[in-house]
T-cell receptor, first 112, second 111 residues
Framework: NAGVTQTPKFQVLKTGQSMTLQCAQD?????MSWYRQDPGMGLRLIHY???????DQGEVPNGYNVSRSTTEDFPLRLLSAAPSQTSVYFC???????????FGEGSRLTVL | QQQVKQSPQSLIVQKGGISIINCAYE??????FPWYQQFPGKGPALLIA?????SEKKEGRFTISFNKSAKQFSLHIMDSQPGDSATYFC??????????FGAGTRLFVKA
């Protein structure tokens, strides 16, 4: 039972490099979202999607892009990484019926 | 502007004691109030949740108290155990989507 799978678990980038954090879920959830977790800041919503082809901004969307071409996948793209994007990123999925979010194990990103 | 404010930042409780974490929200459109528990190196997991049509919900040693007029809700952990040591997040959402989290509380239960 995979649930929500995030890759990679760890990544080190140089300032200005681009990369994509992958997220896949196998629970047929319509809702998927990305959060970043920083000490003392809790979990802040970056982008979310309520279904394939539909995305919207969260609390801290700047510097990040998303797309949702399938129900299962919701990649997060950093086009030009900055040190301020050093964080732990979590992908989560869920359904509106229950409101419960299921989280992946996180991706730790360091931008030098 | 923090939509969900959580306190305290950290909490130390003796084994067997009661842990209390408080949250306040601004947006009256929120209609779902969950609490998540996170252990080091893991993603958060749902602990207990409440909707605003009830004032209290209890599941085992965990209880949510909800005060709609004050726009506040709290988590009470009865008979706290060392295994409860974790970070706890309150959260709020509308229609089950766009969940906004508080800043988190690091709980340490002393044996």
């Amino acid at each position: 039972n995979a649930g929500v799978t995030q890759t990679p678990k760890f990544q080190v980038l140089k300032t200005g490099q681009s990369m994509t954090l992958q997220c896949a879920q196998d629970m047929n959830h319509e809702y998927m979202s990305w959060y970043r977790q920083d000490p003392g800041m809790g979990l802040r919503l970056i982008h979310y999607s309520v279904g394939a082809g539909i995305t919207d901004q969260g609390e801290v969307p700047n510097g990040y892009n998303v797309s949702r071409s399938t129900t299962e996948d919701f990649p997060l793209r950093l086009l030009s990484a900055a040190p301020s994007q050093t964080s732990v990123y979590f992908c989560a999925s869920g359904t509106a019926n229950t409101g419960e979010l299921f989280f992946g194990e996180g991706s730790r990103l360091t931008v030098l | 502007q923090q939509q969900v404010k959580q306190s305290p930042q950290s909490l130390i409780v003796q084994k067997g004691g009661i842990s209390i974490i408080n949250c306040a929200y601004e947006n009256t459109a929120f209609d779902y109030f969950p609490w998540y528990q996170q252990f080091p190196g893991k993603g958060p997991a749902l602990l207990i949740a409440i909707r605003p049509d009830v004032s209290e919900k209890k599941e085992g040693r965990f209880t949510i108290s909800f005060n709609k007029s004050a726009k506040q809700f709290s988590l009470h952990i009865m008979d706290s155990q060392p295994g409860d040591s974790a970070t706890y997040f309150c959260a709020a959402s509308t229609g089950g989507f766009k969940t906004i989290f508080g800043a988190g509380t690091r709980l340490f239960v002393k044996a």
